[in-house]
Nanobody
């Protein structure tokens, strides 16, 4: 059974930083494109950053230059380093294989102004 477990969220002030961790079991992360997503209450879940199985990175415009996605295939772990956080980054953050529809619990990120 494939499981994604997100951690590292919290409450920070605007301008602060957080590092989210995604632990994966039941799947070899190196074989898949994966991404970090976020969802604010009342809004649809959106892709924030994505990495292909070959290592190509994509970020949405609002996080470019502030967020960095990285992964270690041997550890089956991915991270999202989030710097210069803004209140608009407040959401529950999830990691997942691109196209997979089962979701973990996510981790709450709250950025105060």
């Amino acid at each position: 059974q494939v499981q994604f477990v997100e951690s590292g969220g919290g409450l920070v002030q605007a301008g602060g930083y957080l590092r989210l961790t995604c632990g994966v079991s039941g799947a070899n992360l190196g074989n898949y494109a994966m991404g970090w997503f976020r969802q604010d209450p009342g809004k649809e879940r959106e892709l924030v950053a994505r990495i292909s199985s070959g290592g190509n990175l994509f970020y949405i415009d609002s996080v470019k230059g502030r967020f960095t996605l990285s992964k270690d295939n041997e550890k089956n772990t991915a991270w999202l380093q989030m710097n210069r956080l803004k209140p608009s980054d407040t959401a529950v953050y999830y990691c997942n294989i691109i196209g997979r529809t089962n979701w973990g619990q996510g981790t709450q990120v709250t950025v105060s102004s």
